[in-house]
């Protein structure tokens, strides 16, 4: 008996698509079931030495009303995308948000530290073991941009992009950002940056569909805390990222 039940455990493990007549990916839920999902994170520590940034041109370039002392804008993009269904966007070496001063001339913030990285990894596998998903993403910023007086720490170049991206045929993935207006979370004479940033992601097969969000915040001074909720609850009820029209899929 031991034995019968050891040759049948061993049948069982192996993967259907070994036999004759087995049932294909199209038609094999366990295939298409995740059985395991890891995700693993790690900080890669910023130079602590200053470094000379361009700061980026105001899109659209508009003309700006007086601000009021300490007001900070964002200077760049307000959202993106970071993964389209089947590829990692290639168009983000430029898509970042800022946290800089409201007033027109901050071209002369200096003293940037950076950039600070959170790498994020994720891979999932199905019930064959086979890993389905595999995904790095990194979370970057500079931080510590000051006034000519040494007033100020803001942020520039907060980025969110796709490291690396594979995907097994049948399943879908998408991912994308939004950026919070930000904040001064110091004193009008010396401001200290705020921004807060939404992960919105979905993960589908043709029997079923992930949702959920992460939530990051960085500050002029270097912090970065990941506060994204632990209530799954809240994450089935987001409406899932819109697929892009027109996307080309390749399928590894």
């Known amino acids: ?10 049948i069982l493990l192996l993967s259907p698509l070994s036999f004759a007549g087995a049932q294909t990916p199209e038609t094999d839920p366990a295939y298409f079931t995740i059985s395991d999902t890891v995700v693993n994170v790690r900080e890669v520590e910023a130079s602590e030495e200053p470094v000379n940034l361009v700061m980026p041109e105001r899109q659209p370039a508009t003309k700006v009303a007086p601000a009021a002392a300490g007001a900070i804008i964002n200077g760049g993009a ?12 290639s168009n983000l070496s430029h898509t970042y948000a800022s946290a800089i001063p409201g007033w027109g001339n901050w071209h002369n913030i200096t003293g940037w530290r950076g950039p600070k990285k959170v790498v994020y990894e994720l891979k999932s596998k199905n019930l064959y073991g086979i890993t389905v998903l595999d995904l790095e993403y990194e979370v970057s910023f500079f931080y510590g941009g000051h006034d000519q007086d040494g007033k100020g720490k803001y942020i520039t170049n907060f980025t969110a992009k796709a490291t690396r991206f594979e995907i097994k045929w049948g399943f879908k993935y998408y991912m994308d950002i939004r950026i919070s207006d930000p904040m001064n979370v110091g004193t009008p004479e010396d401001p200290l940056a705020y921004m807060q940033a939404d992960v919105n992601w979905s993960f589908s097969s043709p029997i079923k569909t ?18 994204s909720p632990d ?22």
């Open 1 to 10: 008996m031991n034995r019968l039940k050891t040759t049948l455990s061993a």
């Open 78 to 89: 307000a959202a993106w995308n970071i993964v389209n269904g089947g590829q990692a966007s």
């Open 210 to 227: 992930q949702r959920g969000f992460q939530t990051y915040s960085v500050r002029g001074d270097g912090m970065f805390r990941d506060i």
């Open 231 to 252: 209530a799954d609850k809240m994450a089935e009820d987001l409406v899932p990222p819109a697929p892009p029209e027109n996307v080309k899929v390749e399928w590894n």
